[in-house]
């Protein structure tokens, strides 16, 4: 399977972007389509995943009520909304397929290439 981001961009605090990670390749048995960030000098974090068949949605608490992400099944996407964007959002922003619910890099199994997001007035 090939995941690749693609929507980041500059935007000003309290703004808002949106981000999709289109799906290809081969059928992959992965359950799961998560979105991680990595700003400079630090490490990869989880921000958001959902379940593909249920939908299921899970999001780290920095992120709540502010992301949403989501799915298109027909069209192999999975959406990051991100709303209310903090000058603290800035990272580059990957998608990643994991076979259960992950919280960290180490249960992803493929990832796209990452999409700059930058918030800065």
């Known amino acids: 399977v090939q995941l690749q981001a693609f929507g980041g961009g500059l935007v000003q605090p309290g703004g808002s972007l949106r981000l999709s990670c289109a799906i290809s390749?081969?059928?992959?048995?992965?359950?799961?389509m998560n979105w991680f960030r990595q700003a400079p000098e630090k490490a990869r974090e989880f921000v958001a995943g959902?379940?593909?068949?249920?939908?299921?949605?899970r999001y780290a608490d920095f992120v709540k009520g502010r992301f949403t992400i989501s799915r298109d099944g027909a069209r192999k996407l999975v959406y990051l909304q991100m709303d209310s964007l903090k000058p603290e959002d800035t990272a580059v922003y990957f998608c990643?397929?994991?076979?259960?619910?992950?919280?960290?890099?180490?249960?992803?199994?493929?990832w796209g290439q990452g999409t700059l997001v930058t918030v800065s007035s």
């Open positions: 959902i379940r593909w068949r249920e939908g299921t949605k």
């Open positions: 990643a397929s994991s076979p259960g619910i992950i919280t960290n890099v180490a249960g992803a199994r493929a």
């Open positions: 390749g081969q059928t992959t048995s992965d359950n799961f």
